[in-house]
């Protein structure tokens, strides 16, 4: 035998892997492959090792999230005070008065990601993307919108309708979800129109909004006479 291979199967036996065989002693994985691949304790060995190596990857990206982890986290409390300063300059800005309780009234809070708010009341959608955009200082363009529909409306006379009045594009608007059926005591004549805006930053400052306006509305005599 070979004093190259001899060497190579005192290696494998001992746990080495096919590439630190090929850096110790030259020689191609070609080769190695040939020499070792008929060794059952060979087979358990790389099996051994897959299973280290997977170990290793797995510890690799805990360590990973727990530093993206830590950015996010000191990225999400930036958004908090950044809130906090912007409440008292916009507290008593009727567009950010009403933008704000729009999305307590009407938004979505059960993702941590997701603004959006859903309405059938046009002029109620216009001021909450006028918001959006002049308070929150968001993109038009980064604003998604669809509508929830019944099979006997038009489509598009429908997101026709809700371009128009949201102030928004074409471009903004993905497909609309049409519902099975159609409601028997209510109709609405051109679906209910949703606002999306996926942001997680914009909805740490959203939750931090709502908390101080609440608050305010709460502890202000706005009836009394001095």
Known sequence: MRKDKNKALQLRS??????EIKNLLSIPKSTLS???KKT???????????????EKNTIRLRSLNKIRGKHLAKLYQEARDEAKQEFEYFKLHPLFISGTTIYWGEGDRSSRCIVRVANTDPFM??????????????SKKVIRAHI??????NQNK????????SKLSVENFNKCVIIKGRHKTRRLPYGVCYVTVSSTYLKE????WLSLLSRELVKKDYYSRG
Do not use: H, T
Not at 125 to 138: A, H, M, N, S
């Open 125 to 138: 959608i216009q001021v909450f993307v006028k918001f959006l955009r002049e308070v929150c200082g968001i």
């Open 158 to 165: 429908c997101i026709d309708f809700w371009v128009k009045k």
């Open 205 to 208: 400052k959203m939750g931090v």
């Open 148 to 153: 929830l529909i019944y099979p006997d409306l």
């Open 40 to 54: 059952n304790w060979s087979d358990k060995i790389r099996l051994k090792l897959k299973k280290k190596a997977r």
């Open 14 to 19: 001992s746990g080495k892997s096919y590439r």
């Open 34 to 36: 040939g020499w070792l």
